[in-house]
């Protein structure tokens, strides 16, 4: 048992290693892939190595956004396990990286809805709309939540 977890120990530092040698591209690029394949945990980690990389403005505010769709995935993912006091503590970290949501997908707004209180749904929805198209699903949750 214990040469087993020296070994998986080492291989932790050793993958730690080469996230801090990566660049801010490649961070993003494996983050965006871990979020596709589903492995949010996975996401959430490269996306905040690379938030403090990153020095342009622009690219932070897209790497919040995308924290935020990985925070809410992974709270999701928690949920279906029946693990509401963890998804409660992930839904908490989340709320620090709220996006414009003039910016995000319906799915994610989506998720917002589920959690937020009244006010912030109607705010979101109203951002939303700003540059996107009226969504019936959503008009329907933000109904039913009145």
Excluded at 30 to 49: E, I, P
Excluded at 61 to 79: G, H, Q, T, W
Excluded at 89 to 115: G, H, N, R
């Amino acid at each position: 048992m214990g040469k087993k977890k020296k070994k998986e120990k080492k291989a932790q530092k050793e993958q730690q290693k080469k996230l801090l040698n990566m660049n801010c591209e490649e961070l993003i690029e494996q983050a965006d892939h871990a979020l596709l394949t589903g492995n949010s945990r996975k996401a959430v980690k490269l996306f905040k190595s690379a938030l403090k990389k990153v020095k342009e403005p622009e690219q932070k505010e897209k790497i919040k956004n995308n924290l935020f769709d990985s925070y809410i995935a992974r709270e999701k993912e928690l949920r279906n396990k029946n693990m509401t006091a963890e998804a409660e503590a992930v839904l908490k970290q989340a709320m620090d990286y709220t996006p414009d949501f003039s910016q995000t997908t319906e799915d994610v707004l989506i998720s917002f809805l589920d959690f937020c209180e009244n006010h912030q749904a109607f705010k979101a929805y109203s951002e939303f709309l700003g540059k996107n198209e009226n969504s019936i699903k959503i008009e329907r949750l933000l109904a039913e939540k009145v």
